[in-house]
């Protein structure tokens, strides 16, 4: 599996009946959010977001067979970044936080090693 064009770390596929399961480690840094997406036959599926696993990162995960096809299979890691850079807004624990209604499309990370949520758009 590639982040950009610089493996980070395996992915083992294994065909269980009508499903793929996948069986993911890499290693990250985990300061942002990664999404493992997988590409066969020209498409994309989102596997899911890869979380802190066996000293480093990973996933598992079932997909069926007929939403993905069958043949080659490329996986690549995607930053939470990539979809688009939203307003980084910090959260301080005594502090109100102002934007609970937009919490739903937001997402949590870290900046300069301030905790805060991405606000989109």
């Given at each position: 599996?590639?982040?950009?064009?610089q493996?980070?770390?395996?992915?083992q596929v294994?065909?269980?009946g009508?499903?793929?399961?996948f069986i993911?480690?890499?290693?990250?840094?985990?300061?942002v959010?990664?999404?493992?997406?997988?590409?066969c036959?020209g498409?994309?599926?989102?596997?899911?977001?890869?979380i802190?696993m066996?000293?480093?990162?990973?996933?598992?995960?079932?997909?069926?067979?007929?939403?993905?096809?069958e043949?080659?299979m490329?996986?690549v890691?995607?930053?939470k970044?990539?979809?688009?850079?939203?307003?980084f807004?910090?959260?301080?624990?005594d502090?109100?936080?102002g934007?609970i209604?937009?919490?739903?499309d937001?997402y949590?990370?870290?900046?300069?090693?301030q905790l805060?949520?991405?606000?989109?758009?």
């Amino acid at each position: 599996m590639y982040l950009g064009k610089q493996l980070m770390g395996k992915v083992q596929v294994l065909r269980q009946g009508l499903y793929y399961r996948f069986i993911c480690r890499c290693r990250i840094t985990g300061d942002v959010i990664c999404r493992l997406g997988v590409i066969c036959q020209g498409r994309q599926e989102n596997l899911g977001v890869v979380i802190p696993m066996d000293g480093g990162f990973g996933l598992d995960t079932r997909l069926p067979v007929k939403r993905l096809g069958e043949g080659e299979m490329e996986f690549v890691l995607i930053p939470k970044w990539a979809a688009g850079e939203g307003r980084f807004v910090p959260i301080y624990p005594d502090e109100p936080f102002g934007y609970i209604e937009k919490l739903k499309d937001a997402y949590l990370t870290r900046k300069d090693g301030q905790l805060g949520i991405i606000l989109p758009g």
